[in-house]
């Protein structure tokens, strides 16, 4: 079993910067991608950014593309989300995500992450 915990949210002035953690726990790690989603309120969750975990090849919403930044640390099974130039249309709940093997790669679907963390809320003011 592999839990996902997610943290590093809060209160983000607009033009801003933040950077959200998500640390997987436990005895396996079957995770081909990992990717980052997000949720504000009376919305559909949405996809944010994706990485492959062996090989490091990102791919971004059109939202986000060219201000946040999706990476992972290999060695502790974390990944990042450095957002900069944070705009109030990013505050979310935003939750991490891991895909198994043969789920699609390149299918950025919700329904393609079988792993999900718990979230953590991100506010921004203006």
């Known amino acids: 079993q592999v839990h996902l915990l997610e943290s590093g949210g809060g209160l983000v002035q607009a033009g801003g910067s933040l950077r959200l953690s998500c640390a997987a726990s436990?005895?396996?790690?079957?995770?081909?991608?990992m990717g980052w989603f997000r949720q504000a309120p009376g919305k559909e969750r949405e996809f944010v950014a994706d990485i492959s975990w062996s090989g490091g090849s990102t791919f971004y919403a059109d939202s986000v593309k060219d201000r946040f930044a999706i990476s992972r640390d290999y060695g502790k099974r974390t990944l990042y989300l450095h957002m900069n130039i944070v705009k109030p249309e990013d505050a979310a709940v935003y939750y991490c995500a891991g895909k198994v093997p043969g789920a699609g790669a390149t299918d950025y679907r919700a329904a393609t992450y079988s792993y999900w963390g718990q979230g953590t809320e991100v506010t921004v003011s203006s």
């Open positions: 436990g005895r396996s790690f079957p995770f081909s991608n």
